[in-house]
């Protein structure tokens, strides 16, 4: 039927009406997508070593968590072009001793978004503290675990608060007394070993941390059962750098062993530090079958043939290193600054005049790095060590660095390069440098880590983008301070804190890695009378002698 003129004019106006809605309307939807997301990351490689999730999609991020993973077309206030790029997890470092600005900014360059100490960890009386002055300060992430060592030196050597309160930085000064590695403790020194390290964990510390074999000689079996003891009353995890390493392939795994037994009898998680030693494979080998079986216990690998330690170390000795061990000091271990080697001489004139000086141990033979890189399910940990300046502004230069070991600049990027150099999938190391750790300590309740490690709708946006074929180390062993490149972009908390390999001043917006502090302790302390009471029947005839203190059996 034929429409009126007027009619057709009025079809016309509706006509138009409609489409000023349709044009408003999508134009308002232009306006509300390109507000909806603070950061778009766009046709990047998204990997998920959780859910192997691995294509090409966008990312959209709003108040610092991830709220969109798709194929659709999306953008936001900021925007980060990805295309050729991958985009993972933000990478997490269990074992970063550096814990000072120029750590975290070096490590930044690398990939790093949550470091944390477990090995050296903070004193138990001064952790709170450590948490406290880092707030609103730091770029990335930052957690500690409570302190075997430096509750031994607070208790056996007078350590001072001061003496104490930078944390994993404080062995520096620590170590230059001797009381913390060779002294046992009486019943009563023994208790307020343990008391300040329940501190720590009652502030809210990540686990325990033992650096067990430096104190080897000191340390007895039942002291270190005691300490495991403390992190089991709260469900946490002791970390150790186990009683023999490192040894050779019979000793080495025997301190594995300790560790992993009195986890297994406790019913409480643990941690091997650096297995990456003689005898690796049967560390490793344990580690699997007990996952297997449900207990939360892992290890950590650095891909890197030589390790780093003070000169002092007590593994360093003659009747260990060379007599025990068969070693020369002439061709494995290197004045971390010169990289010239030690003699004998030159080793016992250093003790004297610098005992905590950095040194460079050659260990291991350089293409076991490629197989660490390949063990499932453990976690990549630098066990980075500090160069000098240790302590200086966020706005030092990089390049005013001094020498260090290469694992500090470089132990994500150099994980990267091998895995490309020797066809290692790529989802194998975004797991060992994110997921594994925050699989494992988010098992033990640790909020802030079940929330990391993935890249997946919901999580915590800390996140790395980088090229698969250009993101390399650059830092060596004669000049371990060089930065790593190829980073694109690093968000921590959903905040771009990296581009380009160029890192944005003034941007901090890491968060605490921490449990919730508690209102009271748990600590229990050792009693002889309780033992006798819980494990004997009868008239027993244990003497007070046999429970002297934690480090008597």
Known sequence: MKRKSGEQG??????????LVVVTAVAMSSQVAAETYDVVINNGRVMDPETQYDGIANVGIKDGRIAIITNDRISGRETIEAKGHVVA?????????????????????????????????????????WYEERIGKTAVNFGCASSH????????????????????????????????????PTLEQGNEILRIIDKGLQDGGIG?????????????????????????????????????????????????QEILANALALGAPATVNHYNNPGWALAHEMLSKLQEQGFNVWGEIYPYAAGST????????????VEKLGHRYEDTMADAETGKFYTRETYEAGLKDNPTKEII?????????VSWLQLKGTTMASDAMAAEPVFGPWETPLEKLGNMHPRGAGARAISVRLARENDIPLMQIMAMLSYNAAKHLGDTGLKAMQERGRLQKGMIADIVVFHPEKFTDNATYQNGSLPSTGMKAVLVNGKIVLEDDKIKAGVFPGQPIRFEPE????????????WKGTYMTGTPHLEAGEFESPSGD
């Open 10 to 19: 009025s079809a016309r106006t509706q006509l138009a009406a409609l489409m």
């Open 89 to 129: 997890p933000g990478f997490i470092d269990t074992h970063f001793h550096w814990q000072a600005p120029l750590g975290y900014k070096i490590g930044l360059r690398d990939g790093l978004t949550s470091s944390m100490d477990i090995e050296e960890g903070c004193a138990g009386t001064t952790l709170g503290a």
């Open 149 to 184: 060592e430096l509750a031994r030196a607070i208790v056996l050597d007078g350590a001072t608060k001061d003496d104490v309160s930078q944390g994993p930085l404080s062995a520096l000064k620590t170590r230059q007394a001797t009381g913390w590695s060779s002294a046992q």
């Open 208 to 256: 325990i941390g033992s650096t067990l074999g430096y104190m080897r000689d000191a340390v007895s079996t039942r002291e270190m059962y005691e300490v495991q003891k403390v992190a089991a009353r709260y469900g946490r995890h002791t970390a150790v750098h186990t009683r023999f390493t490192p040894d050779n392939a019979t000793f080495e795994n025997l301190g594995a």
């Open 310 to 321: 003070t000169l002092n170390a007590v593994f360093l000795k003659p009747e260990n290193w």
């Open 361 to 369: 141990l050659y260990k291991m033979p350089p293409e076991d790095a």
């Open 519 to 530: 209102a009271k302790p748990r600590f229990e302390p050792v009693s002889v009378d309780t």
